[in-house]
T-cell receptor, first 115, second 112 residues
Framework: SAVISQKPSRDICQRGTSLTIQCQVD?????MFWYRQQPGQSLTLIAT?????????ESGFVIDKFPISRPNLTFSTLTVSNMSPEDSSIYLC????????????FGPGTRLTVL | AQSVSQHNHHVILSEAASLELGCNYS??????LFWYVQYPGQHLQLLLK??????LVKGIKGFEAEFIKSKFSFNLRKPSVQWSDTAEYFC??????????FGSGTKLNVKP
């Protein structure tokens, strides 16, 4: 299986600032995703992180607010820009590893609180 | 786009009771189906998955799920729950090697 780590595990940030979340996978994954899990809700896909090119964003999410990088097959970052309290959420990174029949592995999440 | 419905948002059971959590999806083509579990304070883990073959799938910790294509359903079951099964359960669907769609989740509380 693939093991996914995220940094930071949690943070408390001020309104108007930005936070970059890092996601590291211990093996190559074919696809990487970023999700948001707001309190009491399910996972909402933010975007698919594409290696070496711009991420593919879901409806309601834009690059200016959530810039994503994926410089290689094992690493990605998500930045939450110009934060507001509505951005308080858990942000999850995930990956699909080839050879594991579409099984999606998840990171532990980053709990973000915006004051 | 897919939609995934989980009908039970919050379930409370006593230990040894039987469990069934409903999951329905909207897509009529070939899908892969998953149940994930999130224990308190832990990250999402795969409970079981269905790709093809026997529609009754067995997963970890005594869980099983049955794929009924005609009903677009993939319900999760366990004959006898334990206190340690207290967690949130998510049904997920994907079409091929692509993004996943998640249900809204079901919080299960098992009373000792």
């Amino acid at each position: 299986s693939a093991v996914i780590s995220q940094k930071p595990s949690r943070d408390i940030c001020q309104r108007g600032t930005s936070l970059t979340i890092q996601c590291q996978v211990d093996s190559q994954v074919t696809m990487m995703f970023w999700y948001r899990q707001q309190p009491g809700q399910s996972l909402t896909l933010i975007a698919t992180a594409n290696q070496g090119s711009e991420a593919t964003y879901e409806s309601g999410f834009v690059i200016d607010k959530f810039p994503i990088s994926r410089p290689n097959l094992t690493f990605s970052t998500l930045t939450v820009s110009n934060m507001s309290p509505e951005d308080s959420s858990i942000y999850l990174c995930s990956g699909i590893a080839g050879g594991y029949h579409n099984e999606q592995f998840f990171g532990p999440g980053t709990r973000l609180t915006v004051l | 786009a897919q939609s995934v419905s989980q009908h039970n948002h919050h379930v409370i059971l006593s230990e040894a009771a039987s469990l069934e959590l409903g999951c329905n999806y909207s897509y009529g083509g070939t899908v892969n189906l998953f149940w994930y579990v999130q224990y308190p304070g832990q990250h999402l883990q795969l409970l079981l998955k269905y790709f093809s073959g026997d529609p009754l799938v067995k997963g970890i910790k005594g869980f099983e799920a049955e794929f009924i294509k005609s009903k677009f359903s993939f319900n999760l079951r366990k004959p006898s729950v334990q206190w340690s099964d207290t967690a949130e359960y998510f049904c997920a669907v994907n079409e091929g090697f692509n993004k996943f769609y998640f249900g809204s989740g079901t919080k299960l509380n098992v009373k000792p």
